[in-house]
């Protein structure tokens, strides 16, 4: 599940760190479940984008820019790598770091 992450200033919209990974925890467990079970994921069931606010990223980068950073997991999962490397492919600009 693609995860965007935006950066703001408005503290009342910052997700905290626990909410967003109790979030991406819980539908990764519902699509677990569903490849187990033996379903073929589409785009529609895997391309939704989980979307989280957080604080200023630490980038040296024009204090007019924003910072929002897509999370696209699945590149080493056999079930959703096809789904994935659509994803990747729809965007104009990407910088690809892999830890």
Request: glycine letters at 4%; one cysteine or more.
């Amino acid at each position: 599940m693609p995860n965007k992450f935006i950066e703001t200033n408005e503290l009342k919209r910052i997700h905290s760190f626990d909410s967003i990974n109790s979030t991406i925890s819980q539908v990764n467990k519902e699509i677990y479940s569903q490849t187990e079970a033996g379903k073929q994921l589409t785009l529609e069931d895997y391309g939704r984008e989980l979307t989280f606010y957080v604080g200023p990223m630490e980038m040296n980068v024009n204090n007019k820019l924003k910072i929002c950073i897509y999370d696209i997991p699945g590149l080493n999962d056999a079930r959703t790598k096809t789904i994935s490397i659509n994803l990747i492919l729809s965007y104009l600009l990407l910088i690809f770091i892999q830890d």
